[in-house]
């Protein structure tokens, strides 16, 4: 069973920093593609940042430049730094890992950016 557990939200003021962790258990992420996804009030779940197995990236657009994803995988971890964050970046994240049969989600940790 895996289980993938978030922590690293709160309660910032606009321009701070916050940094998500996401461990997974269960089974060894290494081999496969790892993320975070977002959701606000009222809104879809839309794609933050995802890293592959060889460590290349990808971003939405909204987080380019502010958002950094990285992976260690000797601790089954997915990190998510945000900085200069704004009040539109408050949603819950979502951590993901994307494996060939499906894909695994944690329970959220959310993210509130005051103005």
């Known amino acids: 069973q895996v289980r993938l557990v978030e922590s690293g939200g709160g309660l910032v003021q606009a321009g701070g920093s916050l940094r998500l962790s996401c461990k997974a258990s269960?089974?060894?992420?290494?081999?496969?593609?790892v993320g975070w996804f977002r959701q606000a009030p009222g809104k879809q779940r839309d794609l933050v940042a995802s890293?592959?197995?060889?460590?290349?990236?990808h971003y939405a657009d909204s987080v380019k430049g502010r958002f950094t994803i990285s992976r260690d995988n000797a601790k089954n971890t997915v990190y998510l730094q945000m900085i200069s964050l704004k009040p539109e970046d408050t949603a819950v994240y979502y951590c993901?890992?994307?494996?060939?049969?499906?894909?695994?989600w944690g329970q959220g940790t959310q993210v509130t950016v005051s103005a």
């Open positions: 993901y890992l994307d494996t060939p049969l499906r894909e695994y």
């Open positions: 890293i592959t197995w060889g460590g290349g990236t």
């Open positions: 269960g089974r060894t992420f290494s081999s496969y593609a």
